[in-house]
């Protein structure tokens, strides 16, 4: 019988796999996600952990876009719904919506939900097609792939310290 190997540690030794490469390479390399209908790139470094959407308990009196909290692990994660946080609709729950656990260095026992992932990108073939835009320190440049798909980085360090992330309470 095959050796199972979870999600958690599949994930670790791909972290640690583009740890071991080349600094240019490794920080070229880029997790692809799909929040509402943009393409967005993620550093590796920011995320800790890629997860199936768990089960989520509501949280009443928070914005619409505060999804509650998920036991992962017997620890409590917030959980807010990215496309929502950004004004588009709400995830549709389903088999290919996952919750990026934001590492712990930046804020801890936070997730973002999204669409779907997109896999790895390497953004050495990308072509920049429109620089960060200082008004939304949490958005990076715009990038073209050779496909014609147009990525926006996103900088979870800065996102997370916006305080419309941080008040999810209505009062």
């Known amino acids: 019988m095959a050796k199972r190997v979870s999600l958690r540690e599949f994930q670790e030794s791909v972290v640690a796999r ?3 490469l080349p ?3 490794a920080a ?3 997790l692809g996600i799909q929040v509402g209908d943009t393409s967005w790139l993620v550093d590796l470094t920011d995320v800790s952990e890629v997860l199936p959407v768990p089960g989520m308990v509501d949280v009443p009196l928070t914005r619409r876009w505060f999804k509650g909290v998920a036991n992962i692990r017997g620890n409590l994660f917030s959980v807010v719904d ?5 004004g588009d609709e709400p ?3 389903g088999m ?3 919750l990026l656990i934001i590492h712990p260095r930046h804020i801890v ?6 669409n779907r992932m997109l896999g790895l990108r390497n953004i050495q073939g990308m072509e920049e097609v429109a620089p960060a835009d200082p008004a939304v320190p949490w958005c990076g440049p715009t990038r073209r792939d050779s496909e014609g798909r147009e990525w926006r980085e996103m900088r979870i360090n800065e996102l997370v310290q916006q ?9």
């Not at 026992?109 to 999204?114: I, M, P």
């Open 163 to 171: 305080a419309p992330f941080l008040q999810v309470g209505t009062i």
């Open 28 to 30: 070229s390399t880029k």
């Open 18 to 20: 583009l740890k071991s």
């Open 91 to 93: 995830v549709n729950l």
């Open 23 to 25: 600094a240019t390479h």
């Open 82 to 86: 990215l496309p929502g946080f950004l």
């Open 96 to 98: 290919s919506s996952r």
């Open 109 to 114: 026992n936070s997730a973002l939900l999204v």
